[in-house]
């Protein structure tokens, strides 16, 4: 086979016969001509043209957007804001309905009307959700009220939420609707719908541990929880003079069947399996050995415990496929009814009890309206699982919780889906044979299978790895391993397990499938201890810079979202938090009471005060990439500390001094000795003796009003502060604390 020009090429030119012997010409294929702009934008406008059925997909982007433009504003906007921005909203969606000259100018309309609409929602919710909160620096009182649930425990111990009928002699007008309160080690746990009567320590929610670090008292804003106390004795009862409103006791008595429920999980399996099967059936997490905790989150499965859509989706899908075996195995109802549709009621139903009996947090009412919309677009004869059903879905969580735009659950749980409903999306169809030799067909079933397991972990890992790293500062080694080991063992015997023996155990016959859910949590856990003793089983990142992780989540959106080439583009922003360097760490953390302080030296941070505040200084400390020190001997090798204050020794990285008594004096001349030896001085008390005008001296004052900070050394000489309520701002959550000036 030769390779010339053709004759038609030559054809005229006098040159076909000329070269017709010829041994090679040069290729016929014309070389191709250099781009330009006029095809770059044919090309532009081709891949735009393919978004055609996919611009409703951005829909609830903007509304997420509007809602974040919120919530990071430092100044709270007045409440007229938000009614002119829903009639710009209403106007903007009238307008591109009716008198769009184009489609694209539709679009437009339609997306902008949406982002004010989120802006608009979110400012609604939290006029709607405003309640009293507990002022600073309170003296102990006595909580009289209701226990309205056992909360998850917290580092202190176990915890109750509960209603308060009276904190001392506070008004009813600045009583918390809700109060957190953390038991002494060993008490007894009431159960929900008792009164009881406490001695405690009610503070208002804790601001960020760290400057720039997630704002836990966002969240009890609006879960209503307006105080978190400290119980200073055990709690006893309490004969109330009034009764609880109507929806405080059906609330009370839900909960009191769901702990009863726990109970009898706890005491059917044990406490090694049965704390981990009533908190993945009730949510209730108070009888979870830490040491199982801990196995979870370093081997990766730490999502196991949340109630989320995991758990939703195991358990509907449970209900959906037996309700279908079911009708095709009893012909005489298949021939009469819709069997699938049939199916999706149950599975509504089984949703809806579910999120009952977990108590509805957060997480698992977002799981729940998104396996609702699915279930009713089978219904209304749609696709189920499709980019615009989880459009729909995130539509309706953020209308009802725009919150949740904030909140690592959120994030992680939309962003796995997106990213998994896209993957489906573009998975090969492979060609069905007609008639195989069943050996071969299940082998080719288990290939397949394998590699949709294996493709689905690691896209999930993929997608939620950015807000792991920027909100955990964690990354399991094993955790592609861990998963792909462990669901199938969730999803065809732990989960169905306990759906069963939950339904059954009212009427004493849970015992079995709770024994088979059993048999699968000991297997998960041995399969999480593992991995979490494996060399390198987690490795801490340090948080990048705040801006990368919307520009992440954003990426991330386009490349599931956008149809076309084109989608690659978003690859490099989803890469974002990865990418980025990482600013250099700070010198110095202080809490935001002053009672606890850590240093930075090399990579390690040497905490002060090993005993306190420590989930603060090891989430401080996992933010900057630092490994913490907690032992005292580390401490007394670089500075000089008695039980209240600690002065720099010969070892210390910053001579700094600190002090943490309130009430209790110091020795005498102690304060006069600290002020001398340190170009640091934190007094966790406002006393500032007039020795202590030369160096740098933070008190009680300054961390009443800027919350945590951490220090950087300047170059030349001088430290640069940044405070935690700079960053907050002054919002109805921040409990009234003006930022610094």
């Known amino acids: 086979m030769t390779t010339g020009r053709s004759d038609i090429d030559l054809e005229g030119s006098g040159e076909a016969s000329a070269r017709a012997g010829a041994w090679a010409g040069a290729l016929s294929t014309p070389a191709s001509s250099a781009p330009n702009l006029r095809r770059t934008l044919d090309w532009l406008g081709d891949q735009t043209a393919l978004q055609a059925d996919r611009w409703t997909l951005w829909t609830p982007v903007a509304l997420g957007l509007g809602s974040a433009v919120y919530f990071g504003l430092l100044r709270e906007p007045q409440a007229w804001v938000a009614w002119v921005l829903a009639g710009l909203t209403l106007a903007l969606l009238v307008v591109g309905g009716r008198w769009s000259p184009a489609r694209a100018v539709t679009c437009a309309l339609v997306l902008a009307a949406c982002a004010l609409g989120g802006f608009s929602v979110a400012k609604l919710r939290t006029e709607s959700v405003k309640a009293p909160v507990a002022p ?44 957190r309160v953390t038991l002494r080690p060993g008490t007894p746990l009431p159960g929900p719908g008792e009164a009881v009567s406490l001695f405690a320590l009610v503070n208002p929610p804790p601001p960020p541990a760290s400057p720039g670090a997630y704002d836990f008292a966002r969240d009890a804003f609006f879960e209503s929880v307006g105080g978190v106390g400290l119980a200073l004795a055990e709690p006893r009862p309490w004969t109330p003079q009034v009764s609880a409103p109507w929806r405080l006791r059906l609330t009370m008595r839900v909960n009191a069947v769901r702990w009863a429920l726990t109970l009898r999980i706890v005491e059917a399996l ?11 059936t009730t949510g209730h997490e108070a009888f979870i050995p830490r040491e199982q905790v801990d196995d979870l989150r370093a081997s990766g499965l730490a999502h196991i415990i949340s109630i989320s859509g995991l758990h939703m989706a195991i358990v509907g899908g449970f209900a959906f496929g037996a309700a279908r075996l079911g009708v095709a195995a009893w012909p005489w109802l298949a021939l009469r009814v819709p069997g699938k549709k049939l199916a999706a ?141 462990v669901a199938p063992i969730s999803s065809f015997l732990m989960m169905p397990g306990l759906a069963l023996g939950a339904a059954l155990t009212p009427l004493g016959l849970g015992q079995a499938p709770l024994e088979v859910a059993g048999a699968s949590i000991e297997m998960m856990n041995r399969v999480a201890h593992t991995a979490a003793s494996a060399p390198a089983a987690q490795l801490v990142v340090a948080s990048a810079p705040a801006w990368t992780l919307p520009v992440a989540f954003l990426g991330l959106l386009w490349l599931c979202l956008w149809k076309g080439r084109l989608r690659w583009a978003g690859a490099p922003f989803a890469l974002a938090v990865l990418l980025t360097p990482r600013p250099a760490a700070p010198d110095i953390w202080v809490a935001h009471d002053g009672a606890a302080v850590a240093l930075r030296q090399g990579r390690e941070a040497v905490l002060l005060r090993p005993d306190v505040k420590l989930f603060g200084a090891e989430l401080w400390a996992r933010r900057r990439g630092l490994t913490p020190l907690i032992s005292e001997a580390a401490r007394d090798a670089r500075f000089q500390c008695d039980a209240w204050s600690c002065a720099p020794g010969p070892g210390a990285p910053v001579r700094l001094a600190a002090a943490w008594n309130v009430r209790r004096p110091l020795k005498p001349g102690r304060i006069e000795a600290l002020c001398a030896s340190g170009e640091v001085v934190i007094l966790r008390n406002d006393f500032r003796p007039e020795a202590c005008a030369g160096p740098l001296v933070l008190t009680g004052h300054d961390f009443a009003r800027g919350g945590s900070v951490e220090l950087y050394r300047r170059a030349g000489g001088g430290w640069r502060m940044v405070w935690a309520q700079d960053l907050r701002g002054r919002r109805p959550w921040t409990w009234g604390v003006d930022p610094r000036p």
Request: with cysteine.
């Open 136 to 179: 600073a620096g309170a003296k102990p009182q006595r909580l009289e009220g209701w226990v309205v649930d056992v909360a998850q425990p917290g580092q202190g111990g176990q915890r109750l939420l509960i209603a308060p009928v009276r904190i001392g002699d506070w008004t009813a007008e600045a009583t918390p609707i809700r109060v």
């Open 345 to 485: 009621i149950l599975g509504l139903a089984a949703v809806g009890g579910y999120l009952v009996l977990s108590g509805a947090p957060p997480p698992a009412e977002r799981a729940a309206i998104t396996a609702g919309v699915a279930f009713c677009a089978i219904l209304v004869d749609r696709q189920a699982i499709s980019l615009h059903a989880l459009a729909l879905a995130a539509m309706a969580v953020l209308l009802l919780q725009p919150e949740a735009v904030t909140e690592p659950g959120f994030q992680m749980s939309f962003a796995a889906t997106a990213a998994l409903v896209a993957l489906a999306e573009a998975w090969p169809r492979p060609v069905r044979e007609i008639d195989v030799p069943w050996p071969i067909r299940l082998a080719q079933a288990a290939v397949t299978w394998t590699l949709a397991s294996i493709a689905v972990s690691f896209v999930a890992g993929l997608a939620t790895g950015p807000f792991a790293i920027q909100h955990f500062n964690r990354v399991a080694t094993w955790g592609l391993i861990s998963n792909l080991v």
């Open 270 to 280: 044990g406490p090694e399996s049965g704390g981990l099967a009533a908190a993945m």
